[in-house]
């Protein structure tokens, strides 16, 4: 996802930037925030969720397609839109908040007299970002792995049945 932190203030692995690294880079960083950020997290969330609810809207279509023709793991797969529906919620609604975050960050005046505000404010638009990472990879799994692996034993047991047939 390119919801990002700007590179001025990522720490390495473990290491947290130095007081007086945030002070002489906090204004270049509010400034990364308000101009460059908010737009590219803006385009990241919209095309992120129109590819979640393209596929879902076309997952809620195959299942209602299994179930009238009584398949298997049409329930399955049912409740896993489901899942896939309420991660996409939480989704919404964390990118909301690490957004107010993220602008209560830029929006701090002076923010090298302020550096302790600076810091906890930055702390804090972190964790809403973690959260944010979070719903991604949630949903990633969903997708990749809990709908994949369902796919394919639908697939694996139609197969089956079709070879019985014949």
């Known amino acids: 996802m ?14 947290q ?17 308000k101009l460059t950020l908010k737009q590219n997290d803006l385009k990241a969330r919209v095309d992120r969720l129109q590819v979640y609810q393209y596929t879902l809207k076309r997952l809620d279509l195959f299942v209602a397609r299994l179930d009238k023709h009584n398949q298997p793991y ?3 797969l049912r409740e896993t839109a489901t899942e896939l529906r309420r991660s996409m919620d939480d989704f919404k609604s964390n990118y909301e908040v690490y957004d107010r975050a993220r602008e209560h960050l830029s929006a701090l005046s ?3 007299s302020n550096i302790n ?30 709908i994949e ?18």
């Open 2 to 15: 390119s919801v990002l932190v700007p590179t001025l203030l990522v720490a390495q692995a473990g290491q």
């Open 17 to 33: 930037p130095t007081t007086e690294e945030l002070r002489r880079n906090c204004l270049i960083a509010q400034q990364h925030l």
């Open 110 to 112: 002076e923010c090298q």
């Open 149 to 166: 692996d369902k796919l394919e034993a639908l697939l694996q047991e139609l197969q089956a049945d079709a070879e019985v047939v014949q």
């Open 117 to 146: 505000e600076f810091k906890s404010r930055l702390n804090l638009a972190r964790e809403k970002l973690a959260l944010l990472q979070a719903d991604v990879a949630k949903i990633d799994t969903i997708l990749e792995t809990d």
């Open 74 to 76: 049409a329930q399955e």
